[in-house]
C-alpha cells in the first residue's frame, strides 16, 4: 500500500478542495544529474514528493524518495523510501507520533515504523525521531536528535546527532543558514565522531528580481574524508509561477590525482505552505547539500542522515 505513493497521489491531495483548506504542506521535486568523464557517464534522477495536512488536532503525511541510478552501460540501480504517519499536536509548539516506513533497494523491500516527537516556537525548536527497519529479521535502529534556533533576524544555526545500532560511531551535521531579502546562504560540515575529518560545504543563491535568479555551490572533503573530492556548481533559476520553480547547473569534481568530471544538474520542483515536522524539514535541507555536489550519487531513501554518505 505504501509503494503505491506516487507524484500522481501528492498531486492529487493537493487539488482536492476537501483537503485543500486544511494543507499545511505539499511539495513534489525532479532533479537530474549528470556526471561525465573520459567518454564515461552516469546519470541520476530523483523524484521527492512530500504532503501534511491538518484535521483538528491531527498532523498527517505522506511522502516518497525515488532515485535512479544508470551508468549509461547497461548497469541500473532502482532506490524507492517511502513514509506514512500521524502525529498529534498536543499544544501549538509540541507535537508527537508515529509511522509506517519502507526502503526498496532495487526490488528488495525493508520494512519499519518511526516514533517522533519535537517542540518547536518561531525561534527554537527541537526534536526527536526513533526509526527501525527488520530486514529479513535483522533490525537496525536509528536515532536522531534534531536542533535548531534562529540566532538573529534572518540567521539560523542548526544541529543534527544520529546513532545507528549496527556501527559504533555516531553522525553528526551542524549548519547554519543566512535567508534575508534576496540572498540565501547555508554552510554546512558532516562529518563522523570516530573518524578525523568530514564534508564541508557552502551554497547559496540571489534573487536579481521575483522570479530570476543566480546559484553557487561549493563541496569538499576534509582530511581526505571519503576520498579526496572537491565539487563546485553554479546555475540559475526561474519561477515559472508561484511555487513552481526550475534551475539549473553546471560545474565540477575533481576527485584527485588529476581525475576530473563535469556535472550538469537540472531540476523542477512545487512547493506550497511550510512543513510543521521539524525533522523532515532538516532532512530536506540535507538531502538538498548532498545533492549539490558528489552526494547525488548517493541513494537518499527519506530517513537516517547516515544514509547520505
Do not use: C, H, W
Amino acid at each position: 500500500m505504501l509503494r503505491a505513493i506516487s507524484t500522481t497521489a501528492v498531486l492529487a491531495v493537493l487539488a482536492t478542495p476537501g483537503f485543500a483548506q486544511d494543507l499545511t504542506f505539499g511539495q513534489v521535486d525532479l532533479d537530474y544529474t549528470n556526471i561525465s568523464a573520459d567518454g564515461g557517464e552516469l546519470d541520476s534522477t530523483a523524484l521527492n514528493g512530500d504532503v501534511e495536512f491538518e484535521v483538528s488536532q491531527f498532523l498527517l503525511g505522506a511522502s516518497f524518495n525515488n532515485q535512479s541510478l544508470d551508468s549509461g552501460m547497461g548497469s541500473s540501480l532502482t532506490f524507492l523510501g517511502y513514509e506514512a504517519f500521524g502525529a498529534y499536536m498536543l499544544t501549538a509548539e509540541t507535537l508527537v507520533g508515529a509511522g509506517l516506513i519502507g526502503v526498496d533497494f532495487d526490488g528488495d523491500d525493508i520494512n519499519g515504523f518511526e516514533v517522533f516527537g519535537q517542540y518547536r516556537t518561531d525561534q527554537f525548536g527541537v526534536a526527536i525521531n526513533f526509526s527501525r527497519l527488520d530486514d529479513d529479521g535483522a533490525e537496525f535502529d536509528f536515532t536522531t536528535l534534531y536542533g535548531q534556533a534562529e540566532v538573529t533576524p534572518g540567521v539560523t544555526l542548526g544541529a543534527v546527532v544520529e546513532s545507528v545500532s549496527e556501527t559504533d560511531g555516531t553522525v553528526y551535521v551542524l549548519s547554519a543558514e543566512y535567508d534575508a531579502g534576496p540572498i540565501f546562504a547555508r554552510t554546512y560540515y558532516d562529518g563522523f565522531t570516530d573518524v578525523d575529518g568530514g564534508i564541508f560545504g557552502v551554497r547559496g543563491s540571489y534573487d536579481f528580481t521575483d522570479v530570476i535568479s543566480a546559484s553557487a555551490s561549493y563541496q569538499t572533503s576534509v582530511d581526505d574524508f571519503f576520498g579526496d573530492f572537491t565539487a563546485y556548481t553554479v546555475g540559475a533559476g526561474y519561477e515559472f509561477t508561484e511555487g513552481l520553480y526550475g534551475d539549473f547547473a553546471v560545474g565540477r569534481i575533481d576527485l584527485g590525482g588529476g581525475d576530473e568530471a563535469d556535472l550538469l544538474q537540472i531540476g523542477l520542483s512545487f512547493e506550497l505552505g511550510d512543513r510543521r515536522r521539524l525533522d523532515n524539514q532538516i532532512d530536506n535541507a540535507m538531502r538538498i547539500d548532498n545533492e549539490k555536489g558528489i552526494g547525488a550519487f548517493i541513494p537518499n531513501v527519506g530517513f537516517g542522515i547516515g544514509l547520505a554518505f
